[in-house]
């Protein structure tokens, strides 16, 4: 009986150890537009899905791929809050970014220019996915 109190007590806390495993959002992976948001300065925003939207592949050194495969470069600042993203021939795009708690699968990108100002006065953001 003491043995299978025993055991039962580590079935426990392997199966609450394994459930309490907490998820923290990483850029790292692949990511795909799947809607984008702008306002029209009246204060509405309006929400449109993309389909097949353009896709990014965040890699653990530094380097991106876009949907053709075409690398890049990719920087995060030290606040971890604002995005560096440089394609060979493309113009340096620069973003704010922010994954909502809870739902680390989910990437809101804003853009910003390089001062981290944003350009749209009346909002603009892209939804982001993530794909693995």
């Known amino acids: 009986m003491r043995n299978l109190f025993y055991l039962f007590i580590c079935g426990q806390f392997l199966i609450t150890s394994c459930n309490s495993k907490k998820e923290e959002f990483t850029l790292i992976g692949k990511w795909q537009l799947t809607e984008t948001i702008s306002g029209n300065g009246g204060g509405k925003n309006y929400h449109s899905d993309v389909s097949n939207g353009r896709i990014f592949e965040f890699k653990n050194n530094g380097e991106i791929l876009d949907k053709s495969g075409q690398k890049g470069k990719y920087q995060i600042d030290s606040t971890e809050t604002y995005l ?7 113009e340096v795009e620069y973003f ?5 708690e809870n739902n680390y699968n989910k990437m809101t990108l804003n853009p910003v220019n390089s001062e981290h100002q944003f350009i749209c006065d009346c909002g603009c953001s892209e939804i982001y996915k993530k794909l693995e």
Do not use: D, G, L
Not at 84 to 90: G, Y
Not at 96 to 100: A, G, L, P, Q, V
């Open 84 to 90: 560096q993203i440089s394609f060979p021939n493309s």
């Open 96 to 100: 704010n970014y922010y994954s909502e």
